[in-house]
Structure formats: C-alpha cells, structure tokens
C-alpha cells in the first residue's frame, strides 16, 4: 500500500509547477465502443471522464518546475487505470514531438496499470510508439526524467518509467511490471515497491511528494546546463609532498585517515544529486555516480561525476559508472573521475555477475565519450580495475596515490618473490605519482589551478 495517498493528474502537476498550459491534442475518430468493439467501453470512458474530469488517460503540458522549462505528462490513473490506448499514444507522441521541436526536457508523472484491454493488440503496440519517441529524445540530446506514482505498472513502467534517464519514486507506490492483480499468489509484495526498484538499481531515489517540486527543479537545471570545457582535477585533499619510494606511495593511499571521495565531491561541488544502480538488478555502494554544479565561473556549471570510494568495485559499479558516463556524453555534460580502487571485485559472485563485461562495458562508454573526461587518482589505482574508470590523457594523481599494473604484493607472488621483497618490487613497478608523470600516464596535482590544456597526452 502506498505511503501517500494517490494523486490524480492535476493534483500531481500541482506539486511540481504552479503554471501548466495543456498542449493541443490530436484528433483521432473513434468507432463505436473502440477499434475492437468492445460493448460498453463507451459507457466506461463516459463514466471515466465524468468522474476524473478528464477525457483521456494521461495530461500533457509545458510548465517551469523550478524556473526550469519542460514538458510535463501526467497520468490520471482514475481514467480506467491511466491505461494506454490508441488516443493515449496520440498524446504522448504529440507531446514528445513539441518537446524536441522546442529543445525541451521530458518528465513523465507515471500511474498506470499498463496497456488498455478494450483496445486489445492496438492498445499493445502503443509501447512501440511510446519507445520510438523515447529513442528520438534521447538522440536530440534532451534529458528524460520520470516520477514514479502509485501505482507504476505493465507496459507504462517498461518504457516510459524504466526508459527515463533519470528515475525517482514516490514513497510506497507500487513499481513493478506485473501489476497486483496478475502476479503469482505467492509473490511477496515488498519486491514491487519504489524502495525495492531503488534497492534493485532499477530506479534512483525516493522522493517524497514535499520535495518533489525542489528535487526535480535541481535534476531538470543540472541536466539541461551544457559545458564543452573539460572538469578541472580537484586540488589534493590530503598530502603534498611527493612520497619518496613506491612502498611510501602505497602506504600513502592505503593509510586509513586519507581524504576519499565523499570529502573530495563535498569540496568540488555546491550541489550534488546521485544517480543508482546499473539497471540490470544491482548496485555497488563503492561507487558514486551522480551530477553536480561546479563553482568554476559565474554561477557555476554543471559536471557529472563518478567516483570509486576505496573498496573493490563490483560489476553493479562499473556499470552505473558506465551509464552515467553515456547519459553525460548525450547531453554534454563533462564528467570528473575519481580513482580509488584496490582493484575489482574477483570473488565468484563478481564472476557470476559480469566482472569482465563490466569492465569492457566502462573501457568502452569512456573512449567512445565525446564529453570531455578528466581522471584524479586519489588513492589507490589497482590495475584495469582502476584504469577502467581513468581517462585516456587527462589522468592526474595526488602526492597520496599510486597507480599500478597490479598490486606489490601480488607482483611478488606472481614472479616468486618472497614476503621480503614486496617493497622493492613496488619501487621497481614506478608506481608514485611523478613516476607515473615520467611515464607520461598522469600528471602530477599539487595546490592551485593547473594549467589550461594541462593533462592532455604529450607525444
């Protein structure tokens, strides 16, 4: 059961804006009882509109949440189950199709329980309709952020909830694709709620409808805010001075008292909201992917970032980080980096949920990325599994990091060194900061602002 009572349509409008101007709707002519002839559907949509007031499922209209323009769609879940039916998909198509034309964002306000029954198979293959517009708006660049009501169900859930860019909840509404009537008996109902679908990776966060208008006013500023000019590295946090030997260095970045990234993200952002889980049912708290507005000039801009935390990041990670770096690049968005890894995960439940798929799927958002990316090394840099998430030429390292091919320890292990000998293996891997600037892999951050074009590859 929900938390909060159901909003209808209007009622959920009114929580986000307090300005609405409905969009013109198209004309469709409508046989007798519908395209099926279903007896009584007539009568069901009359007493539908006679008692919601409105004489289609969903609302569509542009307003300013938050002094931030976009077009609003708004389910009535009382107009036979906010269902979708042919004139539903009319709507939404329209309204996708005024939200590219005047380079507007998208927020569906979802309740509904899925696809309409009296419109059998046409009714159906609205979703195709509903995807191919989503598709449209996510290659002209433009962000989609959805709420999910109570409840969030079937087809409606599938595309226009799941396929946002962004998804926030309602607290206690019913998220799932099987809706109450047609799961198994025996279900647990707990797996289909907003909080499950966080937990999940499936949605992002809960928001209650208080904060909603300010929660989904900062998303919609965040996402429509376009910056070419690369993230500057953050200063370091921590130590200054350069470590004298490669073991310095990893004691350095394994000390527990060592600035990490949620001191790091503090310093460098004004503001800051989180993006969750990789959408294929995991999340990875080691992780932190989100946007953020960056004090770098007047009134700031908006940098989207992702940071590892000082654990072994799991698959769910690298694919969060992976979607954030995609979603970044379409709307373009720079993207800072955080490294701080011992590596990857490598235990058989990592193994069983794609470590290596995840890994190439993050290798590959970051070279194919348009935005530009930059990379502060802030700990420890353990192998692909920290190379993963470093970009290719604008990588830089703090006095308290290293970056490694692979640990001492396990180095000395693989070439049958003994316990004794993990020290000068360190030394000889060139593993400290102003090695790794030698080598021409990253470049050393001291206090100040560096330098314009600084950290690009040198040939």
């Known amino acids: 059961m929900a938390e909060h009572p159901r909003h209808s349509a209007r009622e959920i409008i009114g929580l986000v804006t307090a300005g609405f ?3 013109p709707y198209p004309e469709r002519e409508s046989a007798p009882d519908g395209p099926l002839g279903w007896h009584g559907y007539d009568a069901s949509r009359a007493r539908a509109a006679a008692r919601t007031g409105e004489d289609e499922s969903v609302v569509c209209g542009t307003a300013k949440v938050e002094g931030v323009p976009a077009v ?13 039916g042919e004139r539903t ?14 380079r507007l964002p998208v927020v569906p306000l979802v309740a509904t329980g899925g696809s309409r029954m009296q419109e059998g198979m046409l009714a159906l293959t609205q979703l195709q309709r509903v995807a191919r517009q989503s598709v449209l708006t996510r290659e002209a660049g433009l962000p989609q952020i959805a709420v999910l009501r109570d409840p969030t169900t079937g087809g409606g859930w599938a595309t226009l909830g799941a396929g946002a860019d962004v998804v926030l909840a309602l607290p206690g509404a019913q998220v799932g694709f099987a809706g109450s009537r047609v799961r198994p008996a025996d279900a647990d109902p707990a797996a289909y709620t907003a909080e499950a679908q966080v937990a999940a990776g499936a949605a992002d966060a ?15 500023r965040l996402l429509t805010s376009p910056s070419v000019r690369p993230a500057p590295p953050p200063p370091p946090l921590g130590a200054t001075d350069l470590p004298a030997t490669g073991w310095d260095a990893v004691l350095r970045a394994r000390a527990p008292h060592r600035p990490r990234a949620e001191r790091y993200l503090d310093a460098y952002f004004t503001e800051r909201v989180a993006i969750g889980g990789d959408r294929c049912g995991g999340t990875d708290d080691g992780m932190l992917c989100g946007f953020g507005t960056h004090e770098d000039g007047p009134g700031g801009r908006t940098v989207a970032y992702a940071a590892q935390t000082g654990t072994a990041t799991r698959p769910a990670g690298y694919r969060t980080a992976a979607r954030l770096i995609r979603l970044a690049d379409r709307l373009g ?24 798929a995840a890994i190439a799927e993050l290798f590959g958002a970051v070279a194919a990325a348009r935005t530009p990316v930059t990379t502060l090394v802030i700990g420890e840099g353990g192998s692909g599994g920290a190379l993963a998430l470093a970009a290719p030429g604008n990588t830089w390292a703090t006095p308290d990091s290293y970056f490694s091919v692979i640990a001492p320890e396990a180095a000395a292990a693989i070439l049958k060194r003994p316990p004794a000998e993990v020290e000068a293996t360190a030394e000889q891997l060139l593993i400290r ?16 602002e560096p330098s314009p074009g600084a950290g690009e590859r040198r040939s």
């Open 21 to 23: 101007r409905e969009l």
């Open 72 to 84: 609003l769609i708004a389910f009535e879940f009382g107009f036979l189950g906010g269902s979708l």
């Open 89 to 102: 998909g009319d709507r939404l198509e329209a309204a996708y199709t005024y939200a590219r034309e005047h």
């Open 206 to 220: 809960v928001v209650r409808p208080a904060e909603l208008r300010a929660t989904l006013g900062r998303w919609l």
């Open 333 to 356: 968005i720079p993207v800072l980096t955080l490294v701080d890894t011992p590596g990857a995960a490598n235990d058989a439940e990592a193994e069983r949920q794609g470590a290596g």
């Open 433 to 448: 900061p102003q090695d790794l600037e030698r080598l021409g892999v990253a470049r050393v951050r001291t206090g100040g």
